[in-house]
């Protein structure tokens, strides 16, 4: 069964995000792939760079309007993965963007 292009675009968002590969997220950002599409764990690309400690793609996603506050299979958000694996910039960065959009 082949796999849809929605679908092949979220893997790669996933895959680009989780080793922080910018340039690939930038023209998937620029094709319109869903910021939100998850793997089978629940995560999104934002949650992926969260726990790499991928700053830029971090920023990049949340510009785009990657969901902050959704949550994994484990119930973790991107903060919480962040804050969990050390990543003391993202964690800076995911508040700060959280506190953009409450007001």
Do not use: C, F, Y
């Amino acid at each position: 069964m082949a796999l849809s292009p929605a679908r092949d675009a979220g893997a790669a968002l996933r895959s680009a995000a989780a080793v922080g590969d910018l340039a690939t997220i930038d023209a998937l950002l620029k094709a319109g792939v869903d910021l939100e599409a998850r793997n089978s764990s629940g995560q999104t690309a934002l949650m992926l760079a969260a726990h790499g400690g991928h700053i830029a793609v971090v920023h990049a996603l949340s510009a785009a309007g990657a969901d902050i506050d959704g949550r994994d299979a484990r119930n973790w958000s991107a903060l919480m993965i962040a804050a969990q694996e050390g990543r003391l910039r993202v964690v800076q960065a995911l508040a700060h963007a959280a506190a953009g959009r409450a007001g």
